[in-house]
């Protein structure tokens, strides 16, 4: 009985988003707990990517990720071809992610003040103190309406959306060829 | 994540005009490098099981977010836009070419003499080296934190610059920032000019060095004044490499140090594009907006 609380108990904790007084504590407890899975000498790099992601997962919001970068054409398409679009998207999103913060994997990260600009937004600077450089990391949360819970939706590097890159690339990229050659180019 | 430096060096002087504004020191060869940092990452000796790794793409990810649909759009628009619009610009089919030609230098020149002096040299010394350089070019960050007013950000560099060229052994350490928590606040002309709202114009795609645009080519120019690295006629009371050949030495130097400290960057960049033209001129531009408002 004990042991199907514990079980309970954890899926239920690895499986929730965020509330907004936690914000700052999980996401700080999330990013270092990556870093220190991407400096861990005794993993493949493979294995190190679905680790880290699997800490991850509950706060990014993929679907949502994966519409946006789309723009109006997301409304154009089939639910088969929502799907193939967001799991390519998602796989894509993660590497990206992942390969990123593997390149500062020596560094020092400080997760600093949060803001709200809106109601429904919510922003969390991150510092990768680096070699030379200082680098920011800003993760970009938006609430849920129906659940209240925040989920980061884009995540901008030194001043760079990810989100919007991958929205204008895709944009260009379906002005000239079709939605199938796209979901291969992932 | 991407890292822009620049080499200028003032071959001639000639009159340029820009916006009926005529600018001096003109007829400089640029080199501008996208460096990258990498690190090492050791392969693996443990296995760990598949079941508690497995990361899948989950359909319900899918499936919930048909709960947004509706308010999707409106959601976030205002976050982000659509590029309905293709801008002409007469140097499209010139920047990607250049991109090309800047893309093969990288891969095929710089990184492989990177990493030998990546080899070659102590992590420690080549920081050294960055920070002395970093320092030296104090009187750009200087000049346009003062022309930006931004009076807090002057006094923190001057103490950066004194603290660091006295106790820092002529700007090899940065006690500044170990000790005092004083970090550096990089403005250039570009971003001076950016602030007071003047456009950023065309794209530019630089030989060697990568993507730049009208406003910040102009703001390179004038930053080769104030830099003690870059040699201009009639200044060389004030600077450190007395001609071409000495200037071109100093950056060539720049470069390599600052890329074999960001090896494998490029590389993990470029693994992101569709197309590397659009998706450098993107990044850059979005980057120079985001360091222009702070």
Known sequence: MLKTICIVLLMSISSQAIVESQIQKVMDKKVHQVLNILKNKSLSQKQKEKKSTLVMDSVFDYATMSKISLGKKWKTLSATEKKQFTNAFEKKIKHSYIDKLRLYNNQKVKIMALKKPKNTRITLENEIIGKTDTYKVLYLFYKKKKTSQWYIYDVKLAGVSIIQTYRKQFTSFLKTKSFKELVNSL | ?294
């Open chain 2, 1 to 294: 994540m991407l890292h822009l430096d620049y080499i200028i060096i003032v071959v001639q002087s000639r009159n340029i005009y820009f916006r009926g504004v005529s600018i001096k020191p003109i007829f400089i060869f640029f080199i501008i490098v996208l460096s990258f940092q990498g690190c090492s990452n050791k392969q693996p000796e443990v296995m760990i099981k598949e079941t508690i790794l497995q990361g899948k793409i989950s359909d319900k990810n899918v499936s919930s977010s048909d709960e947004f649909s509706d308010e999707f759009e409106d959601e976030f628009s205002d976050d982000f836009t659509d590029e309905t619009k293709s801008h002409y610009n007469p140097f499209d089919a010139y920047n990607l070419l250049m991109t090309s030609i800047n893309d093969d230098m990288i891969i095929h020149v710089i990184n492989p003499i990177s990493k030998v002096y990546d080899a070659t040299l102590p992590q420690q010394v080549r920081i050294g080296i960055s920070n002395a350089i970093h320092n030296i070019k104090f009187p750009i960050r200087f000049t346009n934190n003062l022309l930006q007013g931004k009076f807090q950000n002057v006094s923190e560099e001057l103490g950066r610059f004194l603290i660091n060229s006295t106790f820092g052994l002529a700007g090899f350490m940065d006690p500044a920032k170990e000790y005092k928590g004083l970090l550096p606040h990089d403005e250039d002309f570009g971003q001076t000019l950016g602030f007071y709202d003047v456009e950023p114009g065309y794209h530019i795609v630089l030989p060697f060095l990568g993507p730049s645009n009208v406003r910040d080519l102009v703001g390179i120019a004038v930053d080769a004044y104030a830099s003690p690295l870059v040699n201009v006629r009639g200044l060389e009371n004030y600077k450190i490499p007395q001609n071409f050949v000495q200037s071109a030495g100093v950056y060539t130097g720049y470069i390599i140090n600052e890329n074999s400290l960001k090896l494998g960057q490029y590389e993990s960049l470029k693994k992101d594009a569709l197309g590397l033209y659009p998706f450098l001129r993107d990044i850059y531009e979005q980057k120079r907006v985001t360091e222009i408002e702070e």
